[in-house]
């Protein structure tokens, strides 16, 4: 079983332009969740999706931040108008129904220039 | 809220040497608690769990025990190997249902010289 792929690996943005992340669960897994993890820093929770839905979103900055979970395809974390501030390592992890624990992606380190 | 508190690092040790990192937490009721290490330029691994006071979650030679009296969840190896130096980080997810998001520690680095 596959794990919980993300890409790309390593994004570099000036600032001002548009950076999307994307994040395909482990097969069977309909949970999603995106943290942020700065530098010397733990990770930080941004937002909990499930298929279509938004469950969480308590996490998320309020402006040029969104995600999404179509019903088909990957998960996309979408940041508008990058400002040096947002470079940091994005992880996205997966779970199945009913479970507590959460399994990672390898991550997305954006670096903002 | 719910927080994780975990002490202060780096830590470096000796090959074999005995480890402990501790970790404390804030929740109300009986959360899950989670050990999860990340090794360089990685994700994280989830490491081992307990989801009940009194638990004791293991593996690849780790233990941690929930201490609901003392709301910790220390992590312990009783001889750690250079293939064990990595950032380690205690985290929880609220009590009353499944799929939440996790809570972190902000991780402590573990450096283990042969």
């Known amino acids: 079983n596959a794990g919980v792929m993300q890409n790309p690996r390593h994004l570099v943005r000036r600032r001002g332009q548009e950076a999307r992340l994307r994040c395909s669960p482990m097969?069977?897994?309909?949970?999603v969740y995106w943290y942020r993890q700065l530098p010397e820093e733990g990770l930080k929770f941004m937002v909990y999706?499930?298929?279509?839905?938004?469950?969480?979103e308590s996490g998320m900055p309020k402006e040029r931040f969104s995600a999404e979970f179509p019903k088909e395809g990957p998960s996309i974390l979408r940041i508008q108008q990058v400002v040096r501030g947002d470079s940091a390592a994005y992880f996205c992890?997966?779970?199945?129904?009913?479970?507590?624990?959460?399994?990672f992606g390898p991550g997305t380190r954006l670096t903002v220039t | 809220g719910d927080s994780v508190t975990q002490m202060e690092g780096p830590v470096t040790l000796s090959e074999e040497a005995f480890l402990t990192i501790n970790c404390t937490y804030t929740?109300?009721?009986?959360?899950?608690l989670f050990w999860y290490v990340q090794y360089p330029g990685e994700g994280l691994q989830l490491l081992l769990k307990?989801?009940?006071?009194?638990d004791k979650g293991s593996n690849k030679g780790f233990e941690a025990t929930y201490r609901k009296e003392t709301t910790s969840f220390h992590l312990e190896k009783g001889s750690v190997q250079v293939s064990d130096s990595a950032v380690y980080f205690c985290?929880?997810?609220?009590?009353?249902?499944?799929?939440?998001?996790?809570?972190f520690g902000k991780g402590i680095t573990l450096s283990v010289r042969p």
């Open positions: 992890a997966s779970s199945p129904e009913g479970a507590r624990e959460q399994y």
């Open positions: 097969k069977g897994h309909s949970h």
């Open positions: 999706l499930q298929k279509e839905n938004i469950i969480d």
């Open positions: 929740a109300t009721g009986y959360p899950s």
């Open positions: 307990a989801t009940k006071a009194d």
């Open positions: 985290a929880l997810s609220a009590p009353g249902g499944a799929n939440s998001k996790l809570t």
